[in-house]
DNA sequence: GAAACGTGTCAATAAGGCTGACATAAAAGC
DNA sequence: GCTTTTATGTCAGCCTTATTGACACGTTTC
C-alpha cells in the first residue's frame, strides 16, 4: 500500500465516519420523538405542544419571551399552541410581579401529569442507552454533542443547571442592574 | 446526610442528567438541520428534499420502497419532492434490470453537487465536535447513540458500511431466495 | 390466469411553521 | 408628563411536509 492510496482510504474512512455521526442524529431523533408522538396524537395534540409543556415544565414561570428564545419560533407559531395548552388547563399564565406585562407560564397538575407521561418514554430511552453504553461512554457522549452545538445553545449547559431558563437565572426580586 | 435524603438526591441527579441527554439531542438536532435549511430555502427546496438526496446520494441505486422504508413516510408524500427532484435534474429513475417495476434512484451530477453543499457544513460540524471531543469520547458518543436507535435502525451500523441499504447489501445479479 | 407487488397519481386534510399588520397595556426614557 | 419601547396577543394568508383513501398500470410470481 502506498502513501497515496493509504490517505485516500484514510479519506474515505473520515468521510464515512463523518456520514455515520451524522445519520446516528437523524434516526436517534426520530426514534427519540416517535414514541410521544403517539401519545400526543391520541389527544389531538402535536410535537409542538410537547416542546412547550417540556420547556414550561423545565422552566416554571418562564415568561412568553424567553420560551420563543427557547424554541426559536414566531410568537405567531407559539401562540396557536400555547393558548390551546392554556384553554385545555394543562398550563397557567400569571400576571408578572416586578414587570405586569409579563405572562408567567407554568404547568398545572394536568399539564405535569401529561408532561410525565409523554417524557417518561424519553426518559427511559436515554436512560438505558447511558446504563447500557457506561459512564465513561456516557462522558464521550456529552462531550460530542455539546460540540455540536452552537455558541448560544451551549452556554445552557455550562452552569446551567436545576431549571434556570437563560443566563441570568430566575431570581425574584432583582430585576434593575 | 441519611439514606433516605441521598436516595432522593440521587434520584434527582439522575433524572436532571437524563433531561440534559434529552435537550442536548433536541438542540444538536436543530443546530444541525438549520444551516442546510438555509441553503436549501434558497433553490425553493426544504427538509424533505435534503434528506432524500442524501439518502440517494449515500445508496445509488436505492428503489423506491427502500428509501420509503429509511425516510418511514408514505410513498405520496416521497412522490411530491421525488418528482421534483427528477423534473429539476438532480435524480434520474432508472428501470430495474432485474425487475422492470422498479425506478432505481441515483444522483446527477447537478445532484452530487448539491448533496455536497448540503452535507458540507454538516460534516464540518460533525468533524469539528469529534476532533474537540476525542476519539476515546467519539467511541462513547456513538455507543450511547446506537443504544437510543431501535432494534432495525442498529442494524443499519452494525454491518453496514459503504453504501448499502438493507441487510441484504445490493448485490445485483441474485434477488430470488 | 390470478394474485401480489412496485410505483405513480388524484384529492382532501392536518400540523406547524412563516410574514405582515395591527392592538393594548406596561415600562422606561427624557 | 409625554413619548418610545417592550411584552404579549391576534387576525389573515401562505408554505411545506406529512397524512389517509382510492384508483391505475405494468410486472412478477404462484
Redesign the pocket.
Known amino acids: 500500500m502506498t502513501d497515496i492510496k493509504g490517505g485516500v482510504n484514510q479519506l474515505f474512512l473520515r468521510e464515512e465516519e463523518l456520514r455515520q455521526g451524522m445519520e446516528l442524529l437523524f434516526y436517534a431523533y426520530r426514534e427519540f420523538t416517535t414514541e410521544a408522538d403517539e401519545i400526543?396524537a391520541g389527544i389531538?395534540?402535536?410535537?409542538?405542544?410537547?416542546?412547550v409543556i417540556y420547556f414550561v415544565g423545565r422552566h416554571p414561570g418562564i415568561?412568553?419571551?424567553?420560551?420563543?428564545a427557547i424554541?426559536?419560533?414566531?410568537?405567531?407559531?407559539?401562540?396557536?399552541?400555547?393558548?390551546e395548552l392554556?384553554r385545555q388547563d394543562y398550563i397557567t399564565?400569571a400576571?408578572?410581579e416586578?414587570?405586569?406585562?409579563?405572562?408567567?407560564l407554568t404547568l398545572t397538575a394536568k399539564g405535569v401529569n401529561l408532561e410525565r407521561r409523554l417524557s417518561e418514554t424519553q426518559r427511559q430511552r436515554v436512560a438505558e442507552a447511558y446504563g447500557n453504553a457506561g459512564a465513561e461512554a456516557v462522558e464521550g457522549f456529552r462531550k460530542v454533542m455539546l460540540g455540536m452545538l452552537g455558541e448560544n445553545d451551549r452556554a445552557k449547559f455550562d452552569v446551567a443547571k436545576f431549571g434556570m431558563v437563560e443566563k441570568p437565572p430566575h431570581r425574584f426580586g432583582d430585576?434593575?442592574r
Chains 1, 2 share one sequence.
Not at 415568561?63 to 420563543?68: M, P, Q, Y
Open positions: 400526543l389531538g395534540f402535536g410535537r409542538a405542544h410537547h416542546r415568561t412568553v419571551s424567553e420560551l420563543l424554541l426559536r419560533i414566531t410568537k405567531q407559531s407559539l401562540s396557536r399552541v400555547l393558548g392554556v399564565q400576571t408578572g416586578r414587570d405586569r406585562r409579563q405572562r408567567l430585576r434593575r
